[in-house]
C-alpha cells in the first residue's frame, strides 16, 4: 500500500493562469439535499466552491434553494425534479457529484440512473451517500461512459460490496471492485483512508476521530468535485483532495476535539494558497 503524503499536494495545486476565467476551473452539477438532508447539500456545494470550482449548480428539491442561496450566493440552483433542466445541466457539467443526503425516494433512484446513462467519458461522476445505498439496492448497474469515483464509508461498502467490515480488507475490497467495475475509482473512507484504482492500493497519512460528525463525508465529495473540475481527472488531485482534507482536520484537531466539517471548508483557500507557493 503507498502512502499519500504532502509532496503530491503541491504537484496538484499549482498558481492560477493569470488569462484564466471561470470557465477554466470546472462546472460542478451537485445533485443533493431531500427534505430532511437539507444540510448535506450545502456543505457539499460550499465546500466545492471554497475548493476553487469555476461554477457550481446544485440540483435539489426547491424547498432548499433559499438556504442555499443564503449560506452560499456564489452557488446556482435547479430543480431536480424537472427532467429538462437536469439533462441540460448534466449535459453541461465535467463533474457530477451525486448523493449527499438525496434520500433512496423513487425520484433520487432516478436521479442516479438518469446520470449514469446520459454522461459520457470527458465526464466525471462522484457516487457519494445515497446513490450508493440505490446502487447497493436496486438492479441498477455500476456502469457509466463517464468516470466513476465511489466515496462509500465502510457501512456503505459493506452494502454495496457484501463484505462485512471485518472482511473489507485491501485485498477482498480489491477484488470486489474489480467485480463491481474493474475501472472505477474507490475511495474506501475510514481511519486512514483508501484510494483503490487498477491494481493499486493508497492511504491517506492523515486524518483524526475528531472528524467522525456528520457531513464529514458530504464536505469531501464537494472538495473532490472541486478538485477534479479544475486540476482534471486523475489519481493525484483525487490523493490530493482526500489529503488536504483530512490535513486541515489534523490541524483544527490541535485545538479543537470536534472538527466542524464547515470549519474545514472555511480554511480551504488558505491551505490552498499555502500549497500552491510551495
Ligand atoms: N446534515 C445532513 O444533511 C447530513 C446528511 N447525511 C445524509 O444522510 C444519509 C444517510 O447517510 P448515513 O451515512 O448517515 O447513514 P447510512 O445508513 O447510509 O450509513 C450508516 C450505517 O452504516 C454503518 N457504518 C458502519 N461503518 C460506518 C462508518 N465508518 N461510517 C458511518 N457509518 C458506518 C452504521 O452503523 C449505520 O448502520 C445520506 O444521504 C447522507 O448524505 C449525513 O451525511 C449526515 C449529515
Ligand atoms: N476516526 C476517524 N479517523 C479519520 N477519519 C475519520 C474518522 N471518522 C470519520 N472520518 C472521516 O470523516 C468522513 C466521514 O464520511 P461520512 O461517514 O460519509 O460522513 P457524512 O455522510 O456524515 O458526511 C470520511 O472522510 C472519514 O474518513
Ligand atoms: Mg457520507
Known sequence: ??????????QVITPRDPQSYKGNYGKILIIAGSTH?????ILCSSAAVHSGAGLVTVATTPEKFTAINVKIPEAMTIDYHSKK??????QNSNVIAIGPGLGTSSVAKGLVKAVLTNTNAEQTIILDASALTIIAETDLLLQSEANLVLTPHQGEWQRLSQLPIAQQTPENSQAKLRELNPKAILILKKHLSEIYYQDKILQIQAGNPGMATGGMGDTLTGILAGFIGQFGFSIKTISSALLIHSLIADDLNEKNYVVLPSKII???PKYMAKFSQK
Open 1 to 10: 500500500m503507498e502512502k499519500v503524503n504532502k509532496v503530491v499536494l503541491s
Open 85 to 90: 433542466d437536469l439533462q441540460l445541466a448534466i
Open 266 to 268: 472555511e480554511k480551504l
Open 37 to 41: 438532508f437539507g444540510g448535506a447539500a
